[in-house]
Nanobody, 124 residues
């Protein structure tokens, strides 16, 4: 059993929605940063959405207004609601967490634990 386990990926048509979940068994109950990243074939992994220990959120420009990150501390679960999906959103999506209150989506070294990923495929 991994310390971060993602679920909810799948195949959808453009304009559709998916909700990703990430069950955490590390830093449970702690106010630490968490984030969602993605990696498309042939591309570098990039930050998509982050949430800090106090619930403050940040998003990549490419997903602002379409994706929403949230977390349920009682369930130790991180979510990513993805609406208005586009073919360019196709990628493997990973959740990650680190020990700090704040993490930057641009500093992947801030994130210590990573999940195995869940595939999202958007067709046109």
């Amino acid at each position: 059993q991994g310390q971060l386990v993602e679920s909810g990926g799948g195949s959808v048509q453009a304009g559709g929605s998916l909700r990703l979940s990430c069950a955490a068994s590390v830093y449970t109950g702690s106010t630490v940063c968490m984030g969602w990243f993605r990696q498309a074939p042939g591309k570098e992994r990039e930050g998509v959405a982050g949430i800090d220990g106090g619930g403050g959120t940040s998003y990549a420009d490419s997903v602002k207004g379409r994706f929403t990150i949230s977390k349920d501390m009682r369930k130790n679960t991180l979510y990513l609601q993805m609406n208005g999906l586009k073919p360019e959103d196709t990628a493997m999506y990973y959740c990650a967490t680190g020990p700090a209150y704040y993490c930057s989506l641009r500093r992947q070294i801030d994130y210590v634990y990573w999940g195995q990923g869940t595939q999202v495929t958007v067709s046109s």
